[in-house]
């Protein structure tokens, strides 16, 4: 059994790098006094050791993780084993000598368990519809003949020479249509048509027609034409190469050749309808996931969107633009990426760290084989940059920015790729949002910036500036559970450990944040922007006519604006950081108008008065009568249907209202 809780193992890679154990220590985490010389050879006992006597392992190394794996499952260990590279990330590096604190921050941070996430299942059968327009798509399907259900379908007037033995369908057509995934694939097809058996030098079709549909599961195009999906490169099942490209045809056709069986994916989003500030009442709000979803998951569903996990493919935008949480990043949640933070640069200044790290955040595909390169060809990381993989980098939103500045960061580095597989328009406005917010704050020009390379050494070089002073107010907040709670509170501590804390800042347009700006004079009272706020922004009194404002939750859907019937409503993007600390802010109240007929409150006076000018020069309350009818309108219901009644008052008799004139 083992006898304590954790072991933190550290190794100097056969003395390639010096590991600074006492910065480890200052930082409370549990290592022994002298690292290991080459752990994963000549000292495996120091490992098995430990598998023994702890509960929870760390070994600091990731090159021979699945060597360590597998002497854990043999000894029988059913506790936790982490593995956290700092010799890439800090030991091989100029400034290796001064790395303790950043080892620190990168051991503290892999000791946050990873949050869980759900896998959604696709299913292909094999059945496969090669596109093609010339000889190459003809020898693509009779390669994947022999492992999946193909038929081949030619653009029209392909001059394809007719095979020997039919086997398998080969059709003309023309795409009209295409949606669906791996394994659910329909696409409309038009000029649709059979070949003729009496084909000769290149194959003939019979008579075409339009509006053929084709199912199947996955799709090979090879047309050389525009891809059928948007971010194609995205879409499960969907495969496409130039024609003219013999390599990356084989490369295509080699993986066709795999999909057949059942396909697991991580449901990359979780998604809360009821937190979705869309559309309320058939009034548009929210289309901000909308606008940014390269591949088209995301659809308007009512009230609020719905977001197909089949066609996701994790990009991360629409959580990071979310203004309320409805859509969540799962791959790993924000508010465990956050947890990583805030250890790891709590561990950074308590290990001694003087300076104020950055912090890069970057993927696994791209980003880290770069960190790699940086690291064995180049002077290696420097020591105040603190790498962080994260799975896309258009996950990150403006919460995660704000809470690391808050903690104490003194930068945070985005890298993507020089193209990124898809567009990064919602990465850019939170990048505009956090610099107009620090640009009124006192933070230094480009704090949190994108790097976007292929390139090693330029990636070294866009990281070369030394270190900023730490500032002197530095937050230790946890983060909340809901992204909208993290993303305000974030956003106040921020700014209050700023070189120069502001009490308002304007917004661009877009902002999750603002003011309702009320017209009090064209107002009324009616209180319908209340009943349509989807982010309950907008309160009301029982007791009052009253119309009250929770800025810190206004979301600038503009659904408000849009319902009310007097346009007393516009929107100011702005975080104001006073207000967010005021609950529920007063716009507008009234004394209660009260019935003419028995004393009661049912209305509001400028709602009565703005009926009645609105109604002065109808009809029905012109004359003797109408003055009778405009009485009506300052009784409550109870007493009007009692007046109508014993007046005997008819509404369609426009001769009797009016007196005959």
Not at 150 to 156: A, G, K, R
Not at 514 to 526: E, F, R
């Amino acid at each position: 059994m083992p006898e304590t809780q954790h072991r933190i193992l550290t190794c100097t890679c056969e003395g390639t790098m010096p590991v600074d154990t006492a910065a480890l220590h200052k930082a409370g985490l549990p290592t022994s006094a002298r690292p290991a010389h080459q752990l994963c050879r000549a000292q495996l006992d120091n490992f098995r050791s430990a598998l023994g006597d702890f509960a929870a392992v760390t070994v600091t190394c990731t090159q021979e993780a699945a060597l360590f794996s597998e002497l854990a499952e043999d000894a029988g260990f059913d506790g936790s084993l982490r593995f956290v590279n700092i010799r890439e990330a800090g030991g091989w590096s100029e400034q290796a000598g001064k790395a303790g604190p950043k080892m620190a921050a990168l051991v503290a941070m892999a000791g946050i368990e990873p949050a869980g996430f759900d896998v959604v299942s696709m299913e292909s059968a094999g059945v496969a519809l090669v596109l093609g327009a010339g000889p190459e798509a003809l020898e693509a399907a009779e390669t994947l003949a022999e492992a999946l259900d193909i038929t081949l379908l030619l653009t029209p007037g392909a001059q394809v020479t007719p095979p020997r033995r039919t086997t398998f369908p080969t059709l003309q057509g023309r795409i009209r249509k295409a949606q669906g995934h791996l394994g659910a694939f329909a696409l409309t097809v038009d000029a649709f048509a059979a070949p003729t058996p009496s084909s000769r030098g290149a194959l003939r079709f019979e008579d075409a027609r339009d509006g053929a549909v084709s199912q199947c599961d996955l799709v090979l195009d090879l047309t050389g034409n525009a891809p059928l999906f948007p971010a194609a490169d995205l879409r499960p099942g969907y495969l496409r190469a130039d024609p003219r490209d013999r390599v990356a045809v084989a490369r295509v056709v080699g993986q066709a050749a795999q999909m057949a069986g059942t396909f697991d994916k991580p449901r990359y989003i979780d998604f809360s309808a009821d937190l979705c500030a869309h559309s309320r009442n058939q009034v548009i709000g929210c289309t901000r996931c909308l606008d940014l979803c390269p591949t088209g998951a995301i659809t308007p569903a009512g009230d609020s969107v719905a977001i197909d996990p089949m066609i996701c493919a994790g990009c991360g935008q629409c959580a990071a633009v979310c203004p309320t949480g409805a859509a969540a990043y799962a791959l790993p949640t924000v508010e465990n990426l956050a947890e990583r933070l805030r250890a790891g640069l709590i561990a950074w200044f308590a290990a001694g760290g003087t300076g104020a790290p950055v912090i890069l955040l970057h993927d696994e595909g791209h980003g880290a084989p770069l960190i790699d390169a940086v690291a064995r060809f180049g002077k290696g990381l420097a020591a105040h940059v603190i790498p962080v993989q994260i799975n896309e980098a258009t996950q990150i939103g403006p919460e995660l920015l704000a809470a690391a500045l808050a903690w104490g960061a003194g930068g945070l580095r985005i890298l993507t790729r020089a193209q990124p597989q898809h567009p990064i328009d919602g990465l850019d406005e939170t990048l505009a949002m956090i610099d107009v917010i620090g640009a009124e704050t006192g933070y230094p020009a480009d704090t949190c910036a994108l790097i976007q390379t292929d390139d090693p050494d330029a990636l070294e070089a866009a990281l070369r500036a030394p270190a900023l002073r730490a500032r002197a107010a530095r937050s230790s907040f946890l983060p909340p559970s809901d992204k909208r709670g993290l993303l305000t509170l974030a956003l106040s501590e921020m700014n209050r450990t700023a070189p120069e804390p502001a009490a308002c800042v304007d917004l661009p347009a877009g902002a999750p944040f603002g003011a309702v700006v009320l017209d009090t004079d064209a107002c009324t009272l009616c209180l319908a922007c209340v009943g349509a706020c989807p982010a309950g922004a907008l309160h009301d009194n029982p007791d009052m006519p009253m119309l009250r404002f929770t800025e810190s939750a206004c979301v600038q859907c503009g659904i408000c604006a849009a319902t009310c019937p007097e346009d007393a409503i516009t929107l100011a993007p702005q975080a104001d950081f006073t207000a967010w600390e005021n609950p529920r802010r007063l716009l507008k109240q009234e004394e209660p108008f009260c019935c003419t007929a028995c004393g009661k409150a049912f209305g509001t006076r400028s709602s009565i008065a703005r009926v009645q000018e609105k109604l002065q020069d109808h009809w029905m309350f012109a004359g003797e009568s109408g003055a009778r009818r405009r009485a009506l309108l300052t009784m409550c219901d109870d007493c009007r249907t009692i007046q109508v009644v014993a007046d005997g008052f008819d509404p369609i008799d426009k001769e009797k209202v009016t007196g005959g004139n």
